[in-house]
T-cell receptor, first 115, second 115 residues
């Protein structure tokens, strides 16, 4: 079974600075997908960014980018120019390429933005 | 844009009571999922339905039953609620099928307390 580990329960960053959230995963599969979800205090689960394992190029979405290291099974999220609205819980998630599209989540990292 | 709608948003039950959490999606998605989120933990899969007419157990199915009523609706039932089932419950849906990087779309969650 796949597992996802987020080793940083909490992180904080100054507004306008850059922060990186870590995620590692364990799998024996070669094809899969990785996601970062954001959960603000409103409790909504909001997709931030996604990465296909077969793509070498790291995904980017505006101020959000990932560093995907397949051999190391690492999938970190970098947030540039941090904004107050970025404050939230961030969850890393894994999904197999085959079969049902169910997600395996990490424990989450609470990100605080200091003004 | 309703997306995924969960009812109710909050509920308090007494130990031993039964309850059904309702979930409906209007995106014509094939697959639906139920997760629970406990403090300090990521979301864990309870049950899922890869397509209409099928349901399968996830990581933490004990104490729950599900019904895929039709393509739109997927309900979660607690037959005899226990304090250990106090949690926030999320319903999600996705297009389904093998492959594809389509994300899951989540409802706003139901906060359930068992006294």
């Amino acid at each position: 079974a796949q597992t996802v580990t987020q080793s940083q329960p909490e992180m904080s960053v100054q507004e306008a600075e850059t922060v990186t959230l870590s995620c590692t995963y364990d799998t024996s599969e070669s094809d899969y997908y990785l996601f970062w979800y954001k959960q603000p205090p409103s409790r909504q689960m909001i997709l931030v960014i996604r990465q296909e394992a077969y793509k070498q190029q790291n995904a980017t979405e505006n101020r959000f980018s990932v560093n995907f290291q397949k051999a190391a099974k690492s999938f970190s999220l970098k947030i540039s120019d941090s904004q107050l609205g970025d404050a939230a819980m961030y969850f890393c998630a894994y999904r197999s390429f085959q079969g049902a599209q169910k997600l395996v989540f990490g424990q989450g990292t609470r990100l605080t933005i200091n003004p | 844009n309703a997306g995924v709608t969960q009812t109710p948003k909050f509920q308090v039950l007494k130990t031993g009571q039964s309850m059904t959490l309702q979930c409906a999606q209007d995106m014509n998605h094939n697959s639906m999922y139920w997760y629970r989120q406990d403090p300090g933990m990521g979301l864990r899969l309870i049950y899922y339905s890869a397509s209409e007419g099928t349901t399968d157990k996830g990581e933490v199915p004990n104490g729950y039953n599900v019904s895929r009523l039709n393509k739109r609706e997927f309900s979660l039932r607690l037959e005899s609620a226990a304090p250990s089932q106090t949690s926030v419950y999320f319903c999600a849906s996705s297009e389904g099928g093998t492959g594809g990087n389509q994300p899951q779309h989540f409802g706003d969650g139901t906060r359930l307390s068992i006294l």
